[in-house]
C-alpha cells in the first residue's frame, strides 16, 4: 500500500507563487504517471499536470506557462510550482500515481486547499 501525503497548499494573492509538494511512501521509479488533480467547488475534478516515468509532461491548457510540474525520483516526491496565480485556480489539489503492475494501480494524496485572493 502507497501512500500519498501534501504538505503544502495555503492563501496566496493573484499573481503570486505557491508549491506543492507529494511525498510519496514507496519509491516512485516504477510509477507509470504522477498527476496532480484540482477540483473547485461544484466543479469536476480536473487533471491539471502529469509526468511520465520517462519524464514527459502534460499540462492542461488553462495552466500551461504557468505550472511546472517536476519529480525528485531519489527522494521518491513530484512537486507542481504554480506561478501566476488566478482565483480561478482555487481548488483542492491532489497528487495521484499511477502504475501497471499486471492490472493498474492508482493512489491518491488527501487533498491541499489552494486559495488565490483577487
Known amino acids: 500500500q502507497v501512500q500519498l501525503v501534501e504538505p503544502g497548499g495555503g492563501l496566496v494573492q493573484a499573481g503570486g507563487s505557491l508549491r506543492l509538494s507529494c511525498l510519496t511512501s514507496?519509491?516512485?521509479?516504477?510509477?507509470?504517471?504522477m498527476e496532480w488533480y484540482r477540483q473547485a467547488p461544484g466543479k469536476q475534478r480536473e487533471l491539471v499536470a502529469s509526468i511520465t516515468d520517462n519524464g514527459s509532461t502534460n499540462y492542461v491548457d488553462s495552466v500551461k506557462g504557468r505550472f511546472t510540474i517536476s519529480r525528485d525520483t531519489a527522494k521518491n516526491t513530484f512537486d507542481l510550482q504554480m506561478n501566476s496565480l488566478k482565483p480561478e485556480d482555487t481548488a483542492v489539489y491532489y497528487c495521484?500515481?499511477?502504475?501497471?503492475?499486471?492490472?493498474?494501480?492508482?493512489?491518491w494524496g488527501q487533498g491541499a486547499q489552494v486559495t488565490v485572493s483577487s
Open positions: 514507496g519509491s516512485i521509479s516504477n510509477v507509470n504517471y
Open positions: 495521484c500515481i499511477k502504475l501497471y503492475k499486471q492490472v493498474w494501480w492508482e493512489y
